[in-house]
Each structure stands twice: as C-alpha cells, then as structure tokens.
C-alpha cells in the first residue's frame, strides 16, 4: 500500500516537472502574455471609472465649478481620453491574443511531437496493449484539450480574480470609498467559496457526464457494426434494452448536471451584491460619502465582474480537462513497459552462424502462462524453419523475440554474440519480417516497396517486384506502381498484399527471414506464385516461417511443433508424420496417414481431436 | 454575404422533407414538453423585462440624488429605489434559474426519446438498409445529428427572448430621446457585418485546420498501426520526420483559426468602447448645453443598454447557421425513423420445433432493379443434410444464405421451412433455429463469455462447457489468462482471426440451432489453427441441416451433397468424387479454388525441391 502512494507521488512529480516544463518553455513570451493580460483587463474596468468621473465632472458638477463651455471641453477631453483608451485596450488584446495562442499552440506542436516519438520507441508489448484510437485521441484531442488550458483556460480563470484585485484597488484608490470596499467584503467571500464549492461539486458530475456518453457511442457502433449477427440471433430487442439502459442513465446524469449548472450561486451573489450596493451606495451619496458618478463606476465595476462570472465555470471544466488530458498523455509516454529494452551499440555484421535459443521464456501481460517457456533452440545457417502449433502457442512471439520486438528471459545469440549487445536499428535492419496480418501504408506500391529502403532506384523496384511475383498484376493497375493501396492495402487482394510485402522486404536484402505467413485464401495459380516467390526468397537465408501451407511445412529442413510454450516435436516432416500426433493433426483427417510409431516419439504428446 | 459560404463544408443533400414537414414533426417531438416550455417562455419574457427594468430604475435613484433633500419622502422614496433595484437584481437570477431547470426537464428527456427513436428505427431495418448506409456513419444519426437537431430546437426557443430584447430597448430608448436612440442603434450594422465577415474568416480557417487535423489523425493511425513494420525496417527515424511536417502544418492551421477567432472579441470590445463614447459625447452634450432632456440618469440608461445590443446581435447571427445544421441533421434522422424494411415481421405463425427442411421454390431475387441474382432458383435441402455451395464470386451463393436468414426480402416464388411460407412464421421464433457463421466473425465488444451466450443467455454452466469443448474454444482459453473473462474488444479486434471464429462457433453451437448456415472465412490462419477449425466445424454440423459456402476444401469434401453455382443457377450437383469424375465445371473450380489445399499438392515448375511424402528417412 504505502509503496503505491510513493509511486503515485513519484509519478505526480513527474508530471509536474514535465508539464511546466512545456509550458514554461518559452518564457518571453508568457511574461508578455501576462502583463498583456493585465493591461486588457484593467483598461476594461477603467471604461466605468471613467463614465463615472465624467458624470461627475463634466456632466452634473454638483458644485458648480466649471462654466459650461469648461464643461464641454472636459467631457471633449474624457471622450478623447475613452477612445485612446479603447484603442490602445484593443491592440493590446490583438497581440496579447496571439501570443497566448502561439504558445499554446507552439506547445501542442513541441508535445505532439515529443508523443510521436515517444510511441514509436515503444516496444511491441505496449502497442499490443493500447489500442490506435487511444492514441489517435491522445495526439489530437486529449491535446487539444491541453492547449484549451493555455489558450484560453488560463487567462479566463484568471480574469475573475485579477478584476476582483483591480476593482478593490479602484475602489479605494480613485473612488475614495473605503466603505463600499467595507460593504463588499462578505459578498466577496461568500463569492469565492460558491465559485470553489460549485466547481467541486461540477468535477465529479462532468466526468460521469462524459464516461456515460462514450458508452452510448461504444453501444450504437457495436449494434450497427455487428447488425448482422444481431439480426441472425434475432436479439433486437435485448440491443434496444440494452441501449435504452445507456441513454437513460445518460439522461440521469444529464439532468443532474443542468440542475447544478442551475444553481449557479456565484452570479445569485454577484446580482444580490450589485442590487445591494445601488441600495447603500444611494444612502451613501445621500450623506455625501460617495458621488454619484461613483455610485455609477461601482455598479459598472461590478456589472463587468458579470460576464467572466459565467464564464469561469466553464474555464475550470477547460483547465481540467486540459489537466487531465496532459496527465493522460504523460502517463502513456511513462508507461511502465513503455521503455524499449537497453541496447548495445554493436553494429550487427550479418549472420555467418548459428542462431541459438538458451531457455528463453516470454510471457506477455495477459497471457495466464508463459506464452514461451523455456525454449531451447537452434538452427544452422541457411536453414528453414517452419513452426507450427495452435493459435496463441506463442509462434509468432518466437520469431518476435528475434527481433527484440519483446523482451525476454534467457538468452539468444547469433554466431554466438547475445543479441542484446547490438544496437536495435541495425539488428532489425538485417531482418526481414513478414508479418501475419500484412500492413500497407495508405500509400502507393512504390512507396510501400521503398519502405525500408527510401533510396532504392525504380530499376531496383521493378527487380524485387519481380522477385516477389508482383510485377505483373502492379502493371495490369491503372496507375501501375503509383497506384494508391487504400486504407491498410484495402484495395488490393490477399495474395496482392502479401506479394507487395514479400517485395518490401526482398529490397532490403535481409540475412534472415521470418515469415508470418497467412494470407487470404487464393486461387490455385496466385497460390502457386506466392509459393515460389517465397521460395526465391529463402533461397540462402536463414528463415522462420509460421504457415498453413503444408508445401512449405514439408519442404522445411525443421519444423518444430509449440504447444502449451513448449517445444513438443521437432524435426523433419518425414519424421514428425511417424512420431508426433500433434504435428499429425493438423493434416486432418482425409488423409492416409502411415500408423504412428509410438514406441519412437520421446515427448508424450496429449493427443487432441478424436 | 457569407450565404455564398453555406454548405461549404456539407454536401448537397437531396431535400426529401419540405420545411414545413420538418416543422410539423418537430412540433409534434416538442408537444409532451408543453409544460417546462410554457413555463419558460412566460419566464424569458419575465426576465427580458426585468433586465431592462433595472437601469430605469436606477438613473430614477440617480436623478433623484442629484436634488438631494432631506425630508423623510425622500428617504422613503431611495429605500424604496434601492430595495426595489435590489429585489429585481435577485429576480434576474431567479428568472435564469427558472428556465434553466425547466430546460434540465426538457432538454435530455427530449434527447433521450429522440436518441431512443433513432436506435429502434435502426433495429427494424433489414441488411438491404445496412449495406446502403454503411458508408454513412450511421453512428453519427445518433450522435452528431440528433444533438445538431436538439441546439436547433433549443435555440428556436431562446431566440424569441433576443428578438424581444433587442425590440423593447429600442422602443424605450426612442421614447426617451430619438436621435440619442438612432445614435446608439448604429451599432447594430457595423456589428451584424463584423458578425458575418468574422463567421466567414472563421470558416474558411477551420476547414483548413479540419483537413490539417485529419492529416495528424490519419498520420498517427498508419504509424501505429505499421509500428510492426516500421520497427522490423528500423526506420522510425525516417517515420518520425514525416511526422513533423504533418505536425508543422497541423500548428500552422490551428494557430491560424484561433487567431481568427479570437481576434473577434478585441474587435467587439473596440466597437463597444466606441460606441460608449459616441453616446457620453452627444449625451453629454446634449445635457450640459440642455438640449432634450438629458439627464445622467437617461445617460446611465443609454450607456448600460448599449452593453446588450451585443449578445443578441452576435446570438442571431449564428442563428441561421445552426438551424439550418440542425434541420440537415433531422432530415437524416427521419430518413432512418422512416425507412420502411422489405423484411418485415409480419408472421403470426410460432414454430417451437423444426426438423430442418428447407425448400427454395421458384425464387427470384435481386439486390437493385432489373439485376436479378436468383431467377426461377429451386433447391430442396432435406432435415440433416450438409450442403456446400461452390461457385465464382458473384454466383449467388451469399444471397441464399442471405435469403434463408431474412436479412434481405426476395421477389418472387416461396422459401418455406419444413413446408411452411418463410414469411407466414414469426421472425424471431424463426431465427431462434437458425445458427449463423458469418465470414468475418464479429464479436460484441465484452468478454469471451458473453459473446458465447449472445443467443442464448439462460445457457447452463453444462451446455456452455460442452460448446466450448466441442468448438474447440477451451484450446485458445489455455492462452488467455482471464479465460472466458478476457475482453474481446471492440469487434473482437483483441483476438486472432482464428480465435474469433472458433468463439463465434462456440456461439453458434449454444445456440443450438437445427439449422446451422455458414459462410466460410476465405481468410485462412496457420496450418493447426485451421485444423481446429475444420475439426471444430465438422462437430458443428453434425446432426443438424447445414448449408456452407464452402471455401476449404475439407468442407467440400465432407458434404453430403455439393451444388455448383453459377449465375444464380444451379448448374452441377453431386458428390465431390462424383463431380470430380464428370469433369464439368466443378472440376474447373476445384483446379482454381481448392487444388492447392490438397495435402500433397506442389507448386509445379520447382525441381530443385525434393518432396519427402510420408516416407520414413532410410
């Protein structure tokens, strides 16, 4: 217990350090956009100062002081001075506007920025954990949010209490009269505890307010994504109740927080005080403590509190939704897991030897056993390798752990050096991997193809194209190579994308291959072309390759078969077919298989299927 | 002028609902909320007098003080000012207070029923709509569109109070001083034209920062979902500096929009502080040289109303805008209220018991007009038969499953089920025996759990276990550490291709359904995965009337009968050693689709590979 509240101070610190961090970072400009700021608002409470000195002087001279000629050409000069005062109010504003909104914006820049890179560091494990709309939401949103802090969150906060101080500040310095001041002091205090007490009480119900919003959405893109099986098990009616559950307890927090929003008691005291202060201003005048012009400056003075009273339960709600969203971007950048395994600067020479797996075992955080459990392994140089095992065996995390796309127990090596002692950009780059659910880049077959290699000639392309069997169909496309493959290479089939992928690869002449090999099913000739591209591909390369294709399988120098994290059979087809009655099931069951030779196998394998 | 910028942003629409349609519905969507509204509406005309009813009374205070006596009339004639000004201050929050619980009343309950209407609608249409709409964001109907109608009624509703506002002043203002109240009316132009030249910058600004942040968004969403790939090259240095100049241009266009915006509010407090200086030097004027009768209080009364010139002005401006969003936003909400479904549920027979016969007889069918996918189609599929269908894409294989399901309504001739009219049977007392597999699996966002009972969630503990051993399910629990807890995710995105439909099997199989379709995923997995499947699927099938569109060649194989499909005809059919033997078409298919599934095919053209097939190293 006491050891998570160290950590949750120590990451409260860090927070801390790392967002004022970004919202100092450019100093110059805040101290202008404060001192703007000040400039602003006092010039606004000095428009009813002056009304009211006008009315005063000018306009009733009560004592009869001036002729009026005198008269006119003093309220000449307090127009004159209401202009210059208007004018210089508004190009302060203009440039206090864009400075504070090029700090916040330069801000949003510099974060973004910093969360790109950040997330691209992580490992795997991290993106396995958090899904592409979180993030998505973080970088503009959440981001957004943040920036709403600074511009205008902050400055809108502080208004109320900047024009509180210069009111009182006016109050005495140029109306004279302390027992206004005196007069005000209660409404001021009972002011300030409503604007905390309401904000208090608003925090809790805008978040509930906001959760409860997203479930509806999360429901509706649910049933409509899914209509068809809603339709086929005939549940309609469970989805409506279902729904109706959401929006109603929707509704409820709604209503709940128009009542609050209601009874806004801030503007009750602003108003109450006002009236109050018309009321014993007027007496005041009556017994010569106040004049009327200032009667008329304090009811403005007050009139002008009106506006960022309103305004500042929304400014709260901005500065925590901007805090909350930089803590939210923050906690992301520091996930624990987050950080990419160290690293040794040895530059990777390629491979010459053999690739060694010394009692490696993975596990990832939502798998209840190791996924991997102490695998020991090796393979020759040149060698295919084809794995097999059901789903979630921990194949691909096999040929993953390679790559250090995770980070592991024991130890791997090549040509005998462990792995972790090479720099991570250059033993990636001697990789080739072919993942299982291929990725395209939005972006044209030439842009994919150059992905790992951004300087290869179109000579070089249209080689590896050929390689890779694509070459063809990319010229039967209308816009041949420049053809743009959709949203994740939705506009080309399977057999397509993985002939594209397979050329991606091919481009950057990797040492050793990993093959993640599922594509859609294809027909027999497109079937036939991936297969030999692939075998083009291995030729002479160390490769992993996880497949359904059993050509492949059989072709393989070793096929190991993983079960439950461990390896349970390995060796040749030709000796696995006799031995491993795991390696036997995925042949099904319309094929004469030779009798199993019980006596030879060594692992006691549990024979699924009947 | 900013009309030329209306609907910049939207696309034309064609107009299905005349205004006055739109208007009549609403009403009738406001009506149950007669009360809060009535009692609203009576209190903003409250409140509109109350706020100009203060100043009067305090330039009365203010004019009365500047002959100050000392008798007790007076004394009572300022308590009275001063308590007076004091209680209708007070008042003005009361009136607010008023109309926004009335509104708290409203507001959601309309939004609710609103929301709720939108969701039903979507409930009865059958999938001819989804595919038409799917493009379409249906999600937002419920979103975007129902709260873009609901700020348009609100709106409406406060509109009428800034209309009034805007009247009265004026009117009292002219019967205090005339030319003083055309002074201060001046600033209604210049602020309507500020309003509308601001509104067009504004807009031109934020769809420039819209594409911008598109861009950012869509960036991010192909660097995360490439992080494989971009990590296996080990270019994240290259995608990093991509990534700037999209954020460069993202900070260019937001830093622009919110200058433009906020450049606004300088412009009014300018405009204001002008017209606050024109009045106190005319007024003035007027009152120190007595022209009129000009006092400091009519001053007072001048300058403070001048400050709610501005609200209103700003208020109505957006006015137009938003309704017109809002009507848009209703007229696609009633495109789905109102679209009646071909499929609709209007059997009254209730089958408890099917054996499973299916009979196609004489159907036609088509998705659009005059493009027929089935003509004239028959097929008898007795009890307990395992049919695959086989076909070219485009044959007509997924629109009889589509068919047999009810998901689309079909024009001619009958589908009847153990002899009775498909449509003569009650919807959900028919699908309730039909048991689907969908070729892409989807999953309910929730846990494995859940998802397997979706169609029947009385399923004892017993009947759950056996579907997950049969379906293979309790394999892939091993691999997940909360078991049947584990979340799918949205769509089931947090499990393996395989791993969804082996669970979408499982929940097929609890259903327990006497008729069981299945469009088979062409998407394959890795050689075990898929063995699970197949073994999976033939427990599935077993003793039940199946029909599968087949995709694997094990599935053909183990077809009591297979039928070959080609343009919505039935041109072969038989047994797969059968067709094989005719050589027809079937065989044709086989050498294009399913060959290469065979266990000992081998790509040809590859003699530097030696195959070992079964035979032990010497």
């Given at each position: 217990m006491s050891h998570n509240v160290i950590g949750l101070q120590k990451t409260q610190k860090s927070f801390i350090r790392w967002f004022s961090g970004h919202l100092t970072a450019?100093?110059?400009?805040?101290?202008?956009?404060?001192?703007?700021?000040?400039?602003?608002?006092?010039?606004?409470?000095?428009?009813?100062?002056?009304?009211?000195?006008?009315?005063?002087?000018?306009?009733?001279?009560?004592?009869?002081?001036?002729?009026?000629?005198?008269?006119?050409?003093?309220?000449?000069?307090?127009?004159?001075?209401l202009l210059v005062l208007g004018v210089v109010r508004f190009f302060i504003a203009v440039l206090t506007t864009f400075a504070n909104d090029w700090l916040s914006w330069t801000a949003q820049k510099r974060i973004r920025e910093e969360f790109f890179n950040s997330m691209q560091n992580k490992p795997l494990k991290f993106h396995d954990s958090v899904r592409t709309g979180e993030l998505m939401a973080l970088a503009t949103n959440d981001l957004g949010q943040v920036g709403g802090l600074i511009s205008p969150g902050f400055g809108m906060i502080a208004d109320v209490f900047i024009s509180i101080i210069f009111s009182a500040l006016l109050v005495i310095g140029v109306l004279n009269s302390p027992e206004l001041l005196i007069l005000s002091i209660p409404f001021f205090i009972a002011y300030l505890w409503a604007v905390f007490s309401f904000n208090q009480k608003m925090a809790p119900i805008s978040h509930t307010f906001m959760r409860k919003w997203s479930a509806i959405a999360t429901a509706v893109q649910d049933n409509i994504t899914g209509a068809e099986v809603v339709r086929a098990f005939a549940e309609e009616s469970y989805e409506r109740q279902k729904f109706m559950k959401y929006v109603l307890d929707f509704r409820g927090a709604w209503y709940r927080q128009q009542i609050l929003q209601a009874r806004y008691f801030p503007t009750l005291i602003l108003f109450a005080a006002i009236g109050f202060s018309v009321l014993a201003g007027s007496f005041l005048i009556m017994f010569d403590r106040l004049t009327i012009g200032g009667l008329i400056s304090y009811n403005g003075l007050l009139i002008s509190l009106m506006v960022p009273t309103y305004v500042i339960s929304f400014a709260i709600q901005i500065f925590n939704a901007g805090l909350a969203g930089a803590r939210r971007i923050h906690e992301m950048e520091v996930r624990e897991e987050g950080e990419e395994n160290g690293q040794g600067d040895k530059e990777f020479p390629g491979i010459s030897g053999i690739i060694r797996f010394k009692d490696v075992s993975f596990k990832y955080p939502t798998s209840r056993k190791p996924v991997l459990d102490k695998i020991n392994l090796a393979v020759a140089p040149g060698q295919t390798i084809a794995i097999v095992g059901p789903t979630g065996s921990g194949k691909s995390s096999l040929t993953n752990l390679l790559l250090r796309l995770y980070d592991y127990e024991g130890e791997i090596t090549i040509d005998g050096i462990n792995i972790k002692e090479y720099s991570l950009e250059s033993l990636r780059k001697s990789f080739g991997r072919i993942e299982q659910d291929i990725y395209l880049f939005p972006r044209s077959i030439r842009e994919n193809i150059i992905f790992g290699a951004r300087n290869a000639s179109d000579v070089d392309v249209k080689q590896v194209a050929r390689l890779a069997q694509a070459h063809d169909f990319i010229m039967k496309l209308p816009k041949r190579y420049d053809t743009y493959v959709g949203e994740g290479g939705s506009q080309l089939s399977g057999g397509?994308?993985?002939?594209?992928?397979?050329?991606?690869?091919?481009?950057?002449?990797p040492s050793i291959l990993i093959f993640d090999d599922s594509t859609s099913s294809v027909d027999s000739r497109t079937e036939e072309k991936i297969v030999k591209a692939i075998n083009t591909v291995i030729q002479g390369r160390t490769t992993f390759v996880i497949t359904h294709r059993l050509s492949t399988i059989r072709q393989a120098d070793c096929v190991i078969v993983l079960k439950g994290g461990k390896i349970v059979a390995k060796g040749h087809h030709s000796k696995l077919i006799l031995t491993s009655p795991d390696y036997r099931r995925i042949f099904g069951k319309n094929v004469e298989l030779p009798p199993l030779e019980v006596s030879r196998t060594s692992i006691t394998p549990t024979f699924g299927g009947s | 002028m900013s009309w030329i910028f209306e609907g910049i942003d939207r696309k034309d629409e064609e107009r299905k609902y005349s205004d006055w349609e739109l208007i009549k519905r609403s009403i009738k969507r406001i009506a149950p909320y007669k009360r809060p509204m009535v009692i609203s509406s009576i209190t903003m005309v409250v409140a509109t007098f109350t706020s100009l009813l203060t100043p009067l009374i305090f330039a009365n205070i203010i004019d009365t003080l500047q002959n100050p006596q000392s008798t007790e009339i007076f004394f009572w004639i300022l308590l009275a000012g001063g308590i007076s000004y004091l209680f209708l201050s007070v008042l003005s929050w009361v009136n607010d207070y008023i109309i926004n619980i009335q509104s708290a009343k409203f507001v959601p309950d309309f939004m609710v029923n609103l929301r709720g209407d939108i969701f039903s609608a979507l409930q009865e249409q059958d999938m001819k709509f989804f595919d038409k709409h799917r493009s379409g964001r249906l999600n937002s109907r419920v979103s975007s569109d129902a709260s873009d109608y609901g700020v348009a009624v609100s709106i409406v509703m406060t509109i009428v109070g800034h209309f009034l506002v805007l009247i009265f002043i004026f009117i009292i203002l002219a019967l205090i001083n005339l030319p003083l109240a055309l002074i201060s009316a001046m600033v209604i132009p210049v602020l309507l034209v500020m309003s509308f030249l601001f509104r067009k910058i504004a807009r031109i600004t934020s769809m420039s920062f819209r594409r911008a942040h598109a861009s950012v968004n869509s960036s991010m969403a192909e660097s995360v979902n490439g992080i494989q790939v971009s990590k296996s090259f080990g270019v994240e240095t290259e995608v990093l500096n991509e990534f700037k100049e999209v954020n460069e241009r993202h900070f260019i266009a937001g830093f622009r929009r919110n200058v433009s915006m906020g450049m606004f509010f300088p412009f009014v407090d300018l405009l204001s502080a002008i017209g606050t200086m024109v009045i106190l030097g005319f007024g003035g004027q007027a009152a120190i040289s007595g022209i009129g009768i000009i006092t400091a209080g009519t001053l007072y009364v001048f300058l403070s109303y001048l400050a709610r010139f501005f609200f209103p002005i700003t208020q109505l401006v957006n006015f137009y805008a938003q309704l017109q969003a809002g009507f848009a936003g209703y007229e696609r909400i009633l495109q789905v209220i109102d679209a009646e479904p071909e499929v609709q549920d209007l059997g009254n027979i209730e089958i408890d018991q099917i054996k499973g016969q299916i009979e196609f007889r004489n159907v036609n069918f088509e998705y659009v007009s005059d493009a027929p996918v089935l003509k004239d189609f028959s097929l008898t599929v007795p009890p307990g038969e395992k049919l695959a269908i086989v076909g070219h894409t485009g044959a007509g294989k997924t629109s009889i499953i589509a068919l047999l399901a009810r998901f689309y309504e079909f024009q001619g001739g009958k589908i009847l089920i153990d002899e009775i009219p498909i449509r003569n049977i009650k919807l959900k007392s028919y699908r309730k025996h039909l048991g689907m597999v969908l070729q892409t699996p989807f999953l309910f966002n929730g846990t494995i759990e859940e998802n397997i009972a979706y169609g029947r969630k009385d399923a004892s503990d017993e009947d759950l276990q056996r579907a997950l051993k049969i379906s293979r399910v309790d394999e892939i629990l091993e691999y997940l550490k909360d078991g049947l807890q584990t979340q799918v995710g949205e769509g089931g995105c947090l499990l393996s291709t395989g791993q969804r439909q082996l669970v979408s099997f499982a929940r097929a199989l609890l259903a327990d359904p006497r008729i069981l379709i299945l469009d088979e995923a062409t998407s394959s997995v890795d050689a075990y995965t898929e063995s699970m499947i197949q073994e999976s699927l033939e427990q599935l099938m077993r003793g039940r009337t199946s029909i599968v569109i087949a995709h694997r060649l094990s599935t053909v194989k183990n077809a009591d009968?297979?039928?070959?499909?080609?343009?919505?005809?039935?041109?072969?059919?038989?047994?797969?050693?059968?067709?094989?033997?005719?050589?027809?078409?079937?065989?044709?298919?086989?050498?294009?689709?399913?060959?290469?599934?065979?266990?000992?095919?081998?790509?040809?053209?590859?003699?530097?590979?030696?195959?070992?097939?079964?035979?032990p190293p010497p």
């Amino acid at each position: 217990m006491s050891h998570n509240v160290i950590g949750l101070q120590k990451t409260q610190k860090s927070f801390i350090r790392w967002f004022s961090g970004h919202l100092t970072a450019n100093p110059l400009v805040i101290g202008s956009v404060v001192i703007g700021t000040l400039i602003v608002i006092f010039s606004r409470l000095l428009i009813p100062i002056v009304l009211g000195k006008a009315i005063d002087m000018a306009i009733i001279d009560k004592d009869d002081l001036l002729s009026p000629t005198d008269q006119l050409s003093l309220l000449r000069d307090f127009v004159l001075f209401l202009l210059v005062l208007g004018v210089v109010r508004f190009f302060i504003a203009v440039l206090t506007t864009f400075a504070n909104d090029w700090l916040s914006w330069t801000a949003q820049k510099r974060i973004r920025e910093e969360f790109f890179n950040s997330m691209q560091n992580k490992p795997l494990k991290f993106h396995d954990s958090v899904r592409t709309g979180e993030l998505m939401a973080l970088a503009t949103n959440d981001l957004g949010q943040v920036g709403g802090l600074i511009s205008p969150g902050f400055g809108m906060i502080a208004d109320v209490f900047i024009s509180i101080i210069f009111s009182a500040l006016l109050v005495i310095g140029v109306l004279n009269s302390p027992e206004l001041l005196i007069l005000s002091i209660p409404f001021f205090i009972a002011y300030l505890w409503a604007v905390f007490s309401f904000n208090q009480k608003m925090a809790p119900i805008s978040h509930t307010f906001m959760r409860k919003w997203s479930a509806i959405a999360t429901a509706v893109q649910d049933n409509i994504t899914g209509a068809e099986v809603v339709r086929a098990f005939a549940e309609e009616s469970y989805e409506r109740q279902k729904f109706m559950k959401y929006v109603l307890d929707f509704r409820g927090a709604w209503y709940r927080q128009q009542i609050l929003q209601a009874r806004y008691f801030p503007t009750l005291i602003l108003f109450a005080a006002i009236g109050f202060s018309v009321l014993a201003g007027s007496f005041l005048i009556m017994f010569d403590r106040l004049t009327i012009g200032g009667l008329i400056s304090y009811n403005g003075l007050l009139i002008s509190l009106m506006v960022p009273t309103y305004v500042i339960s929304f400014a709260i709600q901005i500065f925590n939704a901007g805090l909350a969203g930089a803590r939210r971007i923050h906690e992301m950048e520091v996930r624990e897991e987050g950080e990419e395994n160290g690293q040794g600067d040895k530059e990777f020479p390629g491979i010459s030897g053999i690739i060694r797996f010394k009692d490696v075992s993975f596990k990832y955080p939502t798998s209840r056993k190791p996924v991997l459990d102490k695998i020991n392994l090796a393979v020759a140089p040149g060698q295919t390798i084809a794995i097999v095992g059901p789903t979630g065996s921990g194949k691909s995390s096999l040929t993953n752990l390679l790559l250090r796309l995770y980070d592991y127990e024991g130890e791997i090596t090549i040509d005998g050096i462990n792995i972790k002692e090479y720099s991570l950009e250059s033993l990636r780059k001697s990789f080739g991997r072919i993942e299982q659910d291929i990725y395209l880049f939005p972006r044209s077959i030439r842009e994919n193809i150059i992905f790992g290699a951004r300087n290869a000639s179109d000579v070089d392309v249209k080689q590896v194209a050929r390689l890779a069997q694509a070459h063809d169909f990319i010229m039967k496309l209308p816009k041949r190579y420049d053809t743009y493959v959709g949203e994740g290479g939705s506009q080309l089939s399977g057999g397509q994308r993985q002939r594209v992928a397979l050329a991606r690869t091919f481009l950057t002449n990797p040492s050793i291959l990993i093959f993640d090999d599922s594509t859609s099913s294809v027909d027999s000739r497109t079937e036939e072309k991936i297969v030999k591209a692939i075998n083009t591909v291995i030729q002479g390369r160390t490769t992993f390759v996880i497949t359904h294709r059993l050509s492949t399988i059989r072709q393989a120098d070793c096929v190991i078969v993983l079960k439950g994290g461990k390896i349970v059979a390995k060796g040749h087809h030709s000796k696995l077919i006799l031995t491993s009655p795991d390696y036997r099931r995925i042949f099904g069951k319309n094929v004469e298989l030779p009798p199993l030779e019980v006596s030879r196998t060594s692992i006691t394998p549990t024979f699924g299927g009947s | 002028m900013s009309w030329i910028f209306e609907g910049i942003d939207r696309k034309d629409e064609e107009r299905k609902y005349s205004d006055w349609e739109l208007i009549k519905r609403s009403i009738k969507r406001i009506a149950p909320y007669k009360r809060p509204m009535v009692i609203s509406s009576i209190t903003m005309v409250v409140a509109t007098f109350t706020s100009l009813l203060t100043p009067l009374i305090f330039a009365n205070i203010i004019d009365t003080l500047q002959n100050p006596q000392s008798t007790e009339i007076f004394f009572w004639i300022l308590l009275a000012g001063g308590i007076s000004y004091l209680f209708l201050s007070v008042l003005s929050w009361v009136n607010d207070y008023i109309i926004n619980i009335q509104s708290a009343k409203f507001v959601p309950d309309f939004m609710v029923n609103l929301r709720g209407d939108i969701f039903s609608a979507l409930q009865e249409q059958d999938m001819k709509f989804f595919d038409k709409h799917r493009s379409g964001r249906l999600n937002s109907r419920v979103s975007s569109d129902a709260s873009d109608y609901g700020v348009a009624v609100s709106i409406v509703m406060t509109i009428v109070g800034h209309f009034l506002v805007l009247i009265f002043i004026f009117i009292i203002l002219a019967l205090i001083n005339l030319p003083l109240a055309l002074i201060s009316a001046m600033v209604i132009p210049v602020l309507l034209v500020m309003s509308f030249l601001f509104r067009k910058i504004a807009r031109i600004t934020s769809m420039s920062f819209r594409r911008a942040h598109a861009s950012v968004n869509s960036s991010m969403a192909e660097s995360v979902n490439g992080i494989q790939v971009s990590k296996s090259f080990g270019v994240e240095t290259e995608v990093l500096n991509e990534f700037k100049e999209v954020n460069e241009r993202h900070f260019i266009a937001g830093f622009r929009r919110n200058v433009s915006m906020g450049m606004f509010f300088p412009f009014v407090d300018l405009l204001s502080a002008i017209g606050t200086m024109v009045i106190l030097g005319f007024g003035g004027q007027a009152a120190i040289s007595g022209i009129g009768i000009i006092t400091a209080g009519t001053l007072y009364v001048f300058l403070s109303y001048l400050a709610r010139f501005f609200f209103p002005i700003t208020q109505l401006v957006n006015f137009y805008a938003q309704l017109q969003a809002g009507f848009a936003g209703y007229e696609r909400i009633l495109q789905v209220i109102d679209a009646e479904p071909e499929v609709q549920d209007l059997g009254n027979i209730e089958i408890d018991q099917i054996k499973g016969q299916i009979e196609f007889r004489n159907v036609n069918f088509e998705y659009v007009s005059d493009a027929p996918v089935l003509k004239d189609f028959s097929l008898t599929v007795p009890p307990g038969e395992k049919l695959a269908i086989v076909g070219h894409t485009g044959a007509g294989k997924t629109s009889i499953i589509a068919l047999l399901a009810r998901f689309y309504e079909f024009q001619g001739g009958k589908i009847l089920i153990d002899e009775i009219p498909i449509r003569n049977i009650k919807l959900k007392s028919y699908r309730k025996h039909l048991g689907m597999v969908l070729q892409t699996p989807f999953l309910f966002n929730g846990t494995i759990e859940e998802n397997i009972a979706y169609g029947r969630k009385d399923a004892s503990d017993e009947d759950l276990q056996r579907a997950l051993k049969i379906s293979r399910v309790d394999e892939i629990l091993e691999y997940l550490k909360d078991g049947l807890q584990t979340q799918v995710g949205e769509g089931g995105c947090l499990l393996s291709t395989g791993q969804r439909q082996l669970v979408s099997f499982a929940r097929a199989l609890l259903a327990d359904p006497r008729i069981l379709i299945l469009d088979e995923a062409t998407s394959s997995v890795d050689a075990y995965t898929e063995s699970m499947i197949q073994e999976s699927l033939e427990q599935l099938m077993r003793g039940r009337t199946s029909i599968v569109i087949a995709h694997r060649l094990s599935t053909v194989k183990n077809a009591d009968r297979i039928i070959v499909l080609d343009q919505g005809k039935i041109i072969e059919e038989g047994t797969h050693e059968g067709l094989l033997r005719q050589g027809g078409e079937y065989a044709n298919l086989y050498n294009t689709y399913f060959k290469h599934q065979e266990v000992a095919w081998v790509p040809e053209e590859m003699p530097q590979q030696v195959v070992i097939e079964s035979t032990p190293p010497p």
